[in-house]
């Protein structure tokens, strides 16, 4: 049935456009078929990346509570860094008070050991006193 005729479909025609239909019916099944099968693969993929796709996610919950914990350490951290900052401040001021002390005890040592040595000089003094009036009391007999 190539030309168009205005003559009555006679049996023959009619099988002719019969088995044209089938053959392209048949060719539409089979591709059809293919697409199916396609399909299917592409279900069974799906199916494997749905799996893939659970595990990441049950993994990402896990990265996620683990990112929670580790804000909060953080946030503990950070308080526990404020007062240790507030200590060190504290010990620095102690130190400091320490270092003045030190300052003074050394002081007060050097100004001790001048003391001492200024009564040895002054006892001196006064044994040789003593001893010059002892004298002085013997030449004026005045024995004691």
Known sequence: ??????????KKDLDQVKQDLT???????RKIDANGRKIDANSA?????????DANSAKIDRIALQVVENREQMATKDAV??????V???????????DEMIGIFT???EERV???????????????????IKKIKTNLAMDT
């Open 88 to 98: 060190n401040e504290r010990l620095d001021e102690l130190l400091r008070g320490q």
């Open 81 to 86: 860094n404020e007062r240790f900052d507030a």
């Open 45 to 53: 993929k799906i199916d494997a990346n749905s799996a893939k796709i």
């Open 114 to 132: 001048a003391t001492t040595a200024w009564i040895r000089r002054v006892e001196g003094d006064v044994e040789t006193n003593k001893s010059e």
């Open 1 to 10: 049935m190539d030309a168009h005729r205005d003559e009555p479909a006679t």
């Open 23 to 29: 053959d392209k019916i048949d060719a539409n099944g």
């Open 107 to 109: 002081r007060l040592d």
